[in-house]
């Protein structure tokens, strides 16, 4: 009897939750059961023609500056490829600095750039305000449609950016079908893919060139640290990818690196029981008296639950609810909970609500709010490892003190 021929010692005929556990290990002399945290930012060589060999790139795996690459980083980045599928991935020092790389990473002065109107705050600045100062323009499009994107392309498209199901209002982007558009034009397409989390979303078997996400979400899960990552092809990430965070420096620490780790280890655990009790939660407030409307992807009443059933596996761990009252009834609501915290993370343990009028969304005008969907009684909660009954009670008081 050997393990050798065991073809589980094979990373990729493991199921997620294994790979999630061990996935991308690397082992020392001491055979550590966690992984080693590489506090270190530099390498030193056994001789000069070693460190020439090395940094013309013939020793393969080597190490030379933390800046580029590092042990413990390098474990995270093979999980993730891993868990996602993809042939290469880079860590980042947060989700901005990952979504940053990768758009800057693909264009020129000159070139345009199509993105769904329905994005994060710092994505949307990025490419509706930042590239344009480099001389690379934008369409922004209402992303529901993909016909939508199909109309905004450009000669020197060479970027589509999309996020979904997008934050707050939790619109759906067909990921296959614009990829389609995209590719027609010769344009890479970018998914955002934080709201789905890795476990119930595949953008890149879907025809996405890249992922990326903030790891300061579902990955950490528990509030602690910053984080990115892009994942994606070999030439991708090993190319442009690369090169932008060699020279642009945007690095994940090693000490975040491993704390994401640990993340990784229970994120399948973490996100299902919180999407369990945010499905719970979607039911009960459904056809409450003074709620508007509950929008939840696996919800039968999501205006795009046919695409939501086909394209996600889990619903995800967040709700969004439009309390009718407008932003008094949503204040109202907030201010009366005692389990759920007022801020702004999501994927974490502890439930947040935010009021995306007044936090996330206020740099952009009233008329853009309301044309993603941002009402003055939008509430988006984030929904965490607490009881669910005791969220579902807490939720109930707070909308009978309005
Ligand atoms: C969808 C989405 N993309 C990107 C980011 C940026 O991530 P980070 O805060 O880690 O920079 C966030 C959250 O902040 C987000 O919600």
């Not at 474990?75 to 979504?99: D, K």
């Not at 979303?201 to 300061?216: C, E, F, R, W």
């Amino acid at each position: 009897m050997s393990k050798a021929n065991n073809p589980l010692l094979d990373p990729t005929r493991r199921s997620a939750e294994t790979q999630l556990v061990h996935g991308g290990g690397k082992r020392t002399q001491f055979n550590e059961t966690s992984e080693a945290l590489f506090l270190s930012s530099g390498y030193s060589y056994p001789n000069s023609e070693h460190a020439e060999r090395l940094f013309k790139g013939e020793i393969p795996g080597a190490h030379n500056y933390s800046r580029f690459a590092n042990p413990t980083v390098d474990v995270f980045q093979e999980r993730m490829a891993l868990l996602e599928g993809a042939e290469a991935a880079r860590g980042f020092a947060s989700g901005m600095a990952a979504v940053t790389d990768a758009v800057m990473s693909q264009v020129r002065a000159g070139d345009h750039i199509v993105a769904s109107r329905a994005l994060f705050g710092g994505c949307r600045f990025v490419v509706e305000d930042f590239m344009p100062r480099f001389g690379v323009t934008s369409t922004l499009v209402d992303g529901r449609d993909p016909a939508n994107f199909a109309a905004a392309m450009q000669p020197n498209t060479k970027l589509v950016f999309i996020e979904t199901p997008t934050n707050p209002t939790l619109e759906l982007v067909d990921i296959k079908a614009v990829a389609d558009i995209a590719h027609a034009h010769g344009a890479v397409l970018i998914v955002d893919n934080v709201f789905a989390t890795p476990l119930y979303q595949k953008p890149l078997a879907l025809g996405a060139d890249l992922v990326t996400y903030s790891a300061t979400k579902h990955i950490d899960g528990q509030g602690r640290v910053l984080g990115g990552v892009v994942l994606g092809s070999k030439k991708l990430i090993e190319g442009d990818i690369h090169t932008f965070l060699r020279q642009t420096g945007a690095s994940l620490s090693p000490f975040n690196a491993w704390v994401l780790l640990k993340g990784l280890e229970t994120l399948p655990l973490r996100v299902r029981q919180m999407t369990e009790s945010a499905g719970r939660i979607a039911e009960a407030l459904a056809s409450h008296a003074k709620v508007q409307s509950v929008i939840y992807p696996h919800h039968p009443s999501h205006p795009q639950y046919d695409l939501a059933k086909a394209q996600m596996t889990g619903g995800s761990t967040l709700v969004a609810l439009d309390v009718k009252g407008g932003q008094e009834a949503a204040f109202r609501l907030s201010d009366s909970l005692a389990v759920i915290l007022i801020s702004n993370n999501l994927g974490d343990a502890k439930s947040i609500i935010t009021h995306p009028r007044t936090t996330t969304h206020q740099r952009l005008t009233e008329d853009a709010r309301l044309e993603v969907g941002v009402t003055p009684g939008l509430l988006r909660l984030s929904v965490g490892l607490e009881s669910s009954d005791d969220l579902i009670a807490d939720l109930l008081y707070g909308l009978d003190q309005i």
